[in-house]
């Protein structure tokens, strides 16, 4: 697909690869912590269900990663595995470990935390796709389309999790709530288009930041009510703004390990 | 008159209804709705395949067998498969062979209609009973639910509705 390519100027193509970056690496990064879960998930349906999640999640980065390509950027797997840290765009919740241990030994991972991050990404996800049907880049508008359908399942996944957990006992009350304290602190990037704001905003590509956050807030408001708690305030982004590549020490180490076979040998078959 | 290439592109979607779903072998990949287009320039044939769920790891499967079927017709020249993704594929693009194959396979077919809460109701496709439990929206591969029906007692699997007005 590289109809138009010709006619985009330096600005807006710059604009659109910014942009690209931020949702694959978003996607990416959250269906990598998502596939950590495996084999872990509280019962047998949960872990057919949350790695199905994962497994579309990682075919939406795939595509924004695609879409990369046709503009130039790079091979789409060089991009997925072989960047760095300090150039990845994706927000600094997206990249977060899923709590204490490593998979492969006995990790102690919190679900309300899952529950909470997976909903609330997923529901700015959804703003975002809608806003994006919209687009002004067709290739982008048609890719929000396909990756919507998808998502109509994966947000009535975690919005049922979330209200049931927050109806439940005492205890899952209180760990719910902690879980959002902890996503609520890094959510200050996840609407942010960083230091391309302006271009990005201007670029007709998608809805403005403030927008998006009034989208998230409206749809947020029904899920709240039902388990009769105000909708909390999304924060500014921080000074460690992962959309101009400040990240944690979690981004790193979660690159060493997903790119670890590409690396080997990047002719692998999977 | 029918032109050459009227011809074989006709002989290509006749190949085509050979090549299966790797994993329902009951359904060829145009009774589920997968094929958008056959071009067909001289000798040389272009298909364009619309994927049906983004991350299916089936995708390169179907490519290699679509390119494998159509280059064993001694008519054809070069093969070029592509996937796009516009249109969308949705689960309307099913066609009725296509819901027979995948009744048969132990699989209901994607019903057409929603509720108006976005919830959806199939039969059992075994017994044709209505008496059923959804266990679980998601199932074995990104395109199917798994459910159980009360009166024949099997468990059985549906095929996920997608529509853009999701």
Known sequence: MSSGENVLSPEYKKALENLLFQLADDDFLISFRGSEWLGLAPHIEEDVASSSISQDTMGHAAMFYTLLEDLGAGKADDLAHLREAQDRRNSVLAERVNGEGYYME????????????????????????????????????????????????HLLHWKTWFIQLLNST?????????????????????????????????????AGEDQLKEGWKSNMALPFECVAMKVPDIPEASAKNGRNGDHTEELASALTTLSEVYRLDPAAAW | MVSLEEEIRQEVYDALMGVKDPEIDTVSIIDL??????????????????????????????????????????????????????????????????????????????????????????????????????????????????????SCKNPFEAMKPVSTIM
């Open chain 1, 106 to 153: 006995t990790p102690k991972y919190d679900w309300a935390y899952a529950v909470v991050r997976n909903f609330f990404y997923t529901q700015a996800k959804k703003v975002k796709m809608d806003s994006l049907r919209q687009s002004n880049y067709k290739p982008l508008a048609e890719t929000a389309v396909k990756v919507n359908m998808e998502l109509y399942y």
């Open chain 1, 170 to 206: 005492d205890e899952a009350k209180r760990r719910m709530n902690e879980a959002i304290e902890l996503v609520m602190k890094d959510f200050g990037d996840v609407f942010s288009y960083g230091d391309e704001k302006t271009a990005i905003e201007q670029s007709g590509l998608i």
């Open chain 2, 33 to 150: 709705g997968m094929v958008e287009k056959v071009n067909v320039e001289g000798n040389n044939v272009n298909i364009v395949l619309l994927p049906t769920f983004l991350g299916c790891p089936a995708l390169e499967i179907i490519k290699k067998n679509t390119v494998n079927a159509v280059k064993r017709l001694p008519s054809v020249g070069e093969v070029e498969v592509e996937f796009v993704f516009h249109p969308p594929w949705t689960s309307e693009r099913i066609t009725e062979e296509g819901h027979k194959g995948l009744r048969a396979f132990g699989i209901a077919p994607p019903p057409q209609h929603f509720e108006v809460d976005g919830s959806w109701h199939v039969d059992c496709p075994y017994c044709g009973s209505t008496y059923v439990t959804m266990e679980n929206i998601f199932g074995p591969t990104a395109c199917r639910s798994i459910l159980y029906c009360k």
